[in-house]
């Protein structure tokens, strides 16, 4: 098991190469001069020519390369060409605040979801299960950023009830968090639905009953033991998605996490920090898809041998 | 004659699909005695799993509707017993084995918990106190006790027959449900698993339904054999009886199919034409229309059950006329 | 349970001499949400197609008028925005702009991830290796930012909004037709077709694409949904189709502006994106249940 995850810990560094390599080059034809961006209009030539130098943006594109990486390994990801401030400790002190509402996204999803799933599974082709699905269906089809612009229309400019931009407070987080987990609870309630659907057919059910075990029991030790695989894959693969969703809810709701971040960088063409936010966000992604399949690996002796056996 | 253990009386169920109402049992009687083994032998779609599965009152509903009839088991009537009397029932009374052990067990149990989970919920003893009990199971079914902590995707198909056996037989029932249960094994496997059925059966003198589409061994574990199409029985009888003195065409047609090793010249007789499609059965004798005795009265009305002698009874209007002889019997 | 397997035997039996399209085709018709789905995505490709019959681009769409900020009204069914223009006007005409990226971004990411899913799933090895580090890479990052990017390297443009798109549908495709073709290759049905010496092209094109087409028409459909949304996004975040075209993020972008005093500009093109993807959903899942019948009841 151990010898798993160093594995995979191992296997996280070609990725982590790759991307940077093309995010890298990407910034470097997309971004724009850095020169121009760091001195003041006023600024001479020499001035100019000399601050290139320095930042060695006259070295070929490899060594500029070479010297990130290596700058990247000990820590060293540069410095905002807009503020001046360290890339790394920028991108660790926004951290926080997405994880703050991706979490609490991720749990308003799963308290609505798996319920609603299960239930409307056991209820499947009544009207329980149709208004279940209808509601699911409406939630996949609409984009988040605007369900939070819904949300905030009424909860903060027709009610006035929270607050809709900023985060001086838990109550700032509840709108955003609302936006984020209501959009993944669509999708996850599909996914725990047919889940469970598929599990409730299968004969080990039926030897379940056969034994004597109450509904209840078959259903909720039986079934659900089995259904949590595809649900927790699921919601695994849904990260990238609670990383997608939470960037645009902290457009809409100002909220100052990584998203923010990155899309005012972009906008500002601020190369390094641009760069550095999309590496570390890509570390940050490997690693949680690393938790998920260990998750996985509790949940499911069969991929626990599998991980054993493959060493 | 001897007392029985259950008794199905006019069982009819139906499966209510988009697509149509599918009978799949219709009319059916038999009964099983006490501490006797009977076969039930029938194609696929004969309806012998939801025989088995009304027994236990775990038709799947939807789509499945269990229309009228009675299961009485030990005297009381399966279909009206409560749900606390069902799971009372299931597994202390009467347990099942499933025909694929593949996916009879549940993949993320170890087979240890799943043969407790029986005695746990029957006995209120503890957990830690049934899992014992359950590598005492294992052992009697010949797996070492150390392996109650494996999980089902580490035993082999026959391995794993025998941890569902352990399943069934772990609160010791009265009486057994057998679906096929070495259709999924390899033929050699096979013979291992009946053997050690018969075995437990006798030593815990238990009763059983057997359901087969093997005659071979329903001639070498069963007391009393059921003929079954189309959802009803057409031939009942000791095993005995049915085998050397077979009266329903439909079985004849059965042991014509098989090959017979005495006389490897003979070709197979094979039964013409498929099963009728369930969701529209002929009219009179579901078996009229494949029946090389077929009259125009078998097309009239559903044949009765009626007694040839002894335990043996067959649903057959050839027997209105009293000389009639299959020509299996005919020819010796 | 042998009585299922009859019935399924017995259905066949019945729909001998119908095709397979035909039966997909049969139960799709007896689903009514995949119906009123498939009903509303012709009448959108009509609006789209008409919208230059009924309005003029440069007086209706992107002109001035004095009716400035107006609440919806029968003059104007969703009101007004800041610069007077008619918001149903531009939620109907923006149609086209949704259509054309969805549909555009699925087909670029289809073809691309076609042949490299195919490629993996059938050679395996050095392929299989290269398609799927490359897919992990693109997992790895917020698909949003990566869109992003791509759009800040190549321009703001439809066309580059496209390319972005189409990456992440790409890699969708690719795994889904790698598993598919793994599977299906694997079977004995295409061993026997190699035993009778049947070339590898041949093999690819008459056993294995067909039948790895079901997943891939499902995901097609629930793809032009999930491409519109994300179009829409980039929009929203001002790296889509710019200004003043009236595509349906790009109009939530400007609206967002007056969301306190004029939320219908907010209220109507997320309106208009939600039920077009809603109407593909509903497509999708029935033709899902139609190619898949075992999945459903």
């Known amino acids: ?311 | 004659m001897s007392e029985k253990i259950l008794e199905i009386k006019d069982l009819v169920v139906h499966f209510e699909t988009d697509d149509g109402c599918v009978k799949a049992i219709n009319g059916l009687t038999l009964s099983v005695g006490k501490e006797k083994t009977l076969g039930l032998v029938g194609e696929t779609g004969a309806g012998k799993t939801t025989t088995a599965l009304s027994i236990l009152n775990l038709v799947p509903s939807p789509p499945g509707v269990i229309k009228g009839g009675s299961i009485e088991l030990d005297g009381k009537d399966v279909l009206q017993m409560s749900d606390k009397e069902l799971e009372h029932m299931r597994g202390n009374d009467v347990a099942m084995i499933f025909q694929d052990p593949m996916t009879a067990l549940n993949p993320v149990l170890t087979v240890g918990e799943q043969i407790a989970e029986s005695i746990m919920l029957h006995e209120h003893i503890s957990m830690k106190d049934a899992f014992e009990r359950a590598k005492e199971m294992l052992k009697m079914v010949g797996i070492a006790e150390s392996r109650a902590y494996d999980y089902p995707h580490q035993f082999s198909g026959g391995m794993r027959q025998r941890v569902v056996i352990a399943i069934a037989l772990a609160c010791q029932p009265n009486f057994l449900i057998a679906d096929e249960p070495t259709t999924a094994l390899d033929v050699t496997i096979q013979a291992q698993v009946l053997d050690l059925m018969k075995e437990l059966i006798e030593k815990n003198h238990m009763s059983m339904l057997l359901i087969t589409h093997d005659l071979g061994v329903v001639a070498e574990v069963c007391n009393d054999v059921a003929v079954m199409y189309a959802g009803r029985i057409v031939e009942i009888g000791s095993t005995e009886e049915v085998f050397n003195s077979t009266r329903h065409p439909y079985t004849e047609g059965l042991f014509d199919s098989l090959p017979n090793l005495k006389e490897q010249g003979e070709e197979l007789v094979p039964i013409k034409g498929m099963m009728p499609d369930p969701m529209r059965l002929p009219e009179g004798c579901t078996f009229a229309p494949r029946c090389p005795y077929a009259t125009e009265a078998c097309t009239q009305t559903v044949p009765e059950l009626r007694k040839m002698g002894g335990t043996h009874f067959v649903a057959c209007h050839a027997y209105d006329d009293p000389s009639f002889r299959l020509r299996r019997n005919a020819n010796g | 349970m042998s009585e299922k397997k009859t019935v399924s035997v017995e259905t066949l039996n019945e729909y001998k001499g119908r095709s397979l399209a035909q039966e997909t085709w049969r139960r799709f018709l007896k689903n009514k949400g995949a119906i009123v789905g498939m009903a509303f995505m012709i009448l959108l490709v009509i609006l789209a197609c008409s919208g230059d019959l009924i309005y003029d681009f440069q007086v209706d769409i992107t002109g001035f008028s004095a009716d400035l900020s107006e609440s919806p009204s029968l003059d104007h069914l969703f009101g007004t925005d800041q610069l007077g223009r008619d918001i149903f006007a531009r939620v109907i005409y923006g149609t086209r702009y949704s259509l054309i990226i969805g549909v555009g971004s699925v087909a670029l990411g289809l073809v691309v991830g076609l042949i490299t899913g195919s490629l993996a799933g059938f050679y395996g090895g050095f392929w299989d290796q290269l398609v799927m580090r490359a897919n992990d890479i693109l997992y790895s990052i917020p698909n949003i930012m990566l869109a992003v990017v791509i759009v800040q390297l190549l321009g703001k443009s439809i066309g580059s909004l496209l390319v972005a798109l189409s990456i992440s549908s790409a890699t969708s495709f690719a795994k889904i037709t790698r598993a598919a073709v793994m599977t299906i290759r694997g079977q004995e049905y295409v061993e026997s077709a190699y035993a009778m010496g049947l070339p590898t092209w041949k093999i690819i094109l008459k056993h294995i694409i067909p039948n790895c087409l079901s997943p891939i028409i499902v995901q097609v459909t629930l793809a032009i949904g999930s491409n519109i949304i994300s179009a829409s996004s980039l929009s929203f975040l001002g790296v889509g189709v710019p200004i003043p075209i009236p595509e349906w993020g790009t109009m939530l972008a400007e609206g967002r502006t007056y969301i306190v005093s004029e939320p219908w500009m907010c209220i109507f093109p997320g309106l208009a994106i939600m039920f077009t993807v809603l109407a593909l959903n509903l497509m999708g899942d029935g033709l899902r249940d139609a190619l898949d019948p075992k999945l459903k009841r």
């Open chain 1, 1 to 311: 098991m151990i010898r798993y995850v160093l594995k995979r810990l191992l296997f996280m560094i070609p990725t982590i190469l790759l991307t940077s390599l093309i995010i890298f080059f990407a910034m470097k034809i997309a971004g724009g001069d850095p020169v121009k961006q760091i001195l003041p209009e006023n600024a001479t030539v020499e001035q100019q020519e000399n601050l290139r130098e320095e930042m060695g943006l006259n070295d070929p594109l490899v060594v500029q390369y070479a010297r990130y990486m290596a700058g990247l390994i000990t820590g060293d990801m540069g410095e905002s060409y807009v503020t001046g401030k360290d890339v790394l400790q920028t991108f660790m002190e926004r951290l926080p605040m997405t994880l703050a509402l991706g979490g609490s996204a991720l749990i308003v999803a799963c308290i609505i979801s798996v319920p609603l799933g299960i239930y409307t599974a056991l209820n499947q082709n009544t009207w329980k299960d149709t208004t279940g699905m209808v509601f699911a269906l409406f939630g996949v089809s609409m984009p988040n950023f605007w369900l939070g612009l819904m949300l905030m229309l009424l909860f903060a400019v027709k009610w006035k009830l929270l607050p809709s931009q900023g985060a001086e407070g838990p109550e700032y987080l509840v709108l955003p968090a609302l936006t984020v987990g209501l959009g993944l609870a669509a999708l996850i309630t599909r996914t725990t639905r047919s889940a469970m659907l598929d599990v409730i057919r299968q004969d080990y059910m039926t030897t379940a009953k056969a034994k004597g075990a109450s509904h209840r029991r078959v259903i909720y030790y039986h079934g659900l033991k089995n259904a949590m695989i595809p649900i927790v894959t699921a919601i695994g693969m849904q990260f990238s998605l609670v990383m997608t969703g939470s960037a645009l809810a902290e457009v809409v709701f100002s909220w100052p996490g990584i998203g923010r971040l990155v899309f005012e960088s972009i906008d500002k063409r601020d190369e390094p920090m641009v760069t550095g936010a999309i590496i570390l966000c890509c570390i940050l992604m490997s690693i949680i898809n690393l938790v998920v399949d260990l998750i996985y690996a509790f949940l499911d002796p069969r991929i626990k041998a599998q991980y054993s056996n493959k060493g």
